[in-house]
């Protein structure tokens, strides 16, 4: 039986990662979960899980307030409470589903606590790659990504990682993978959030539109496998229908095929990668059945390019390049700034602001402060 600690336990990915426990009653407990100001999940969640110590809620006034109703259960706030909750629930697996820069910090402090690590949250790698990859060089806990793209790569190296030529990330492309760079300047929030293929959060979907998320994604994988941006590749994938694919210097291709449901790549994740699986191994992607591919158009995309800046200069570039697109998504879906605006932000902010190098995580979080200060300074005065 592994006991879980779920961080975002009211999100998308914390709801299928439930999903997938509540189907797994034998192998999993949960032992401890947040759910930020989602409160209204609690009770539910509890049901299910009679076994749960603690309880990480946003704010004090909640906090007060859910531990007179459970006093069984210990309860924290904000986001030291998300660390204290790693610390103390005992928990031996940390599934991290934060959004943003807020997941970092317990993603550090899991593995320093040689938790089992199931990474969902991008910015953990985004800005924190060097750090991550630093204790779990020294021997600290054990990192399982939940990215659909990532467990697919990792499955395929998993059957052959020798003579590896490229790793191919698949993309869908988002809502406006047809359209042509003149096209985009209209674009509103509403269209931007009618994913073609997924359902997901609101940023999240806002970053499949703009396609940041994929640029994460480049990123990630560089920390996660190893390969340089010159090795890493995104191919348009219409129907998201093959979750990614290695290539080998034979010509072959080894691809990971499947309906797109998260909760495959999560039910990976939980058993560390234990679980029964198949690729596809070809010589034409053509082959494949069920699907149609397309190519990557890097000057329909150009935010790709930031993946290249950030894996070759490193530093606090990954802070800088997460906050101002943090905060600039924040601001399109207020209707503050245009579509274009988001990319236009973020190279704007990796120009203007010094990345340090070899950081520590406070000067990550200072990064990423004064990140979000300029971005904030640039959506007011339009200077972008």
Known sequence: MMSVCLLGASGSIGQQTIDVMLKNPKDFDLYAFSVGKRTRYISGILRHFPSVKAVCVQDKKS??????????ITFFFGDDGLNKLIETSNA?????????????????????????????????????????????????GKLYPIDSEHVAIAKCLAV??????????TASGGPFRNFKRDQLGDITPEQALAHPNWKMGKKITIDSATMVNKTFEVIEA???FGYVFEQIEIKINYNSYVHSIVRYNNGTYRADVG?????????????????????????????IKNTTFGEFDSE?????????????????????????????????????IPFL???????????????????????LKKADLQARLLTKQMILKGGY
């Open 222 to 224: 560089y920390y996660l």
């Open 259 to 287: 309906k797109p449901d998260m909760r495959v790549p999560i039910k990976y994740a939980l058993y560390q990668g234990l679980t029964s699986y198949q690729t596809v191994l070809t010589d034409n992607l053509d082959r």
């Open 160 to 169: 052959d990682n020798q003579n590896v030529d490229k790793i191919i990330i």
């Open 63 to 72: 906090y007060k307030y859910y531990q007179k109703r459970y006093t069984g």
């Open 92 to 140: 031996q697996m940390v599934v991290n589903a934060l959004v943003g820069f807020v997941g970092l910090k317990p993603s550090i402090t899991a593995l320093e606590n040689n938790k089992i690590l199931c990474l969902a949250n991008k910015e953990s790698l985004v800005v924190g790659g060097e750090i991550i990859n630093n204790l779990l060089k020294q021997g600290k």
């Open 341 to 363: 605006g988001i990319e236009k932000i973020i190279n704007a902010c990796l120009i203007k602001q010094k990345s340090v190098k070899n950081p520590t995580y406070e000067d």
């Open 300 to 336: 329909r995309f150009p935010i790709i390019n930031v993946a290249n800046k950030v894996i070759k200069e490193k530093g606090t570039l990954g802070a800088i390049f997460n906050a101002s697109n943090e905060e600039a998504v924040r601001a399109f879906l207020n209707h503050q």
